[in-house]
């Protein structure tokens, strides 16, 4: 099994409807992140979290919420999904506050919004 | 603003050949990280540079991260079809995760 694990792998939803894109993990990190995809432009980080009382917007936040349920969870929402959305989300965790630790991915969400 | 550059964005070479991938900025950065994601998987980190000029292997694999650490690069040589994938590199800068800019990315296939 994988150490983190992102549920639904592949999602089709319409505009407007609200999505959740959920995240666990085993490897006992208390730092979890959302990630988003886009051909050419790399990842983008929506939100992290460095422990379940700790939420924090990333640079692409707007549109987006979290909820981070217990160390091991962490959930991304769309309220009202738009076509803009549509991407590769990835759950991510890591082990050290040290931007040079290793970002552990899960194997991603695909999200199309019609 | 995207301030790490990567090129090519798209590489297609035979398997036996060499190629060279680069990251570049206009930041410094504290370290570096090369991460390769094949399809349908998430990244997965091939490497960490925090030295200026610092250089490493990794079997046929060669990073360097740039005197000024504003960029870095990677050579693979004998490129094998195992080599196919997106490379991915990230600079971190001071301040925690909050603070790592990823690469455009480099889509790189091996034909057999």
Not at chain 1, 90 to 107: H, I, K, M, P, Q
């Amino acid at each position: 099994d994988a150490d983190v694990t992102q549920t639904p792998r592949n999602r089709i939803t319409k505009t407007g409807k609200r999505i959740m894109l959920e995240c666990s993990q085993t490897k006992g990190h208390d730092r979890m992140y959302w990630y988003r995809q886009d051909p050419g432009l790399g990842l983008r980080l929506i939100y992290y979290s460095f422990d379940v009382k700790d939420i924090n917007k990333g640079e692409i936040s707007d549109g987006y919420s979290v909820s981070r349920q217990a160390q091991a969870k962490f959930s991304l929402s769309l309220e009202s999904a738009i076509p803009n959305q549509t991407a590769l989300y990835f759950c991510a965790t890591s082990e050290s506050l040290a931007g040079d630790g290793e970002l552990f991915f899960g194997e991603g969400s695909r999200l199309t919004v019609l | 603003t995207q301030l790490l550059e990567q090129s090519p964005q798209f590489l297609s070479i035979q398997e036996g050949e060499n190629l060279t991938v680069y990251c570049n900025s206009s930041s410094v950065f504290s370290s570096l990280q090369w991460y390769r994601q094949e399809p349908g998987e998430g990244p997965v980190l091939l490497v960490t540079v925090v030295t200026g000029g610092e250089v490493k292997k990794l079997k046929r694999l060669t990073f360097q991260f740039g005197d000024a650490r504003k960029d870095s690069s990677l050579h693979i040589t004998a490129a094998q079809t195992g080599d196919t994938g997106l490379y991915l590199c990230a600079g971190a800068r001071i301040g925690g995760y909050q603070k790592v800019t990823f690469g455009t990315g480099t889509k790189l296939q091996v034909i057999p």
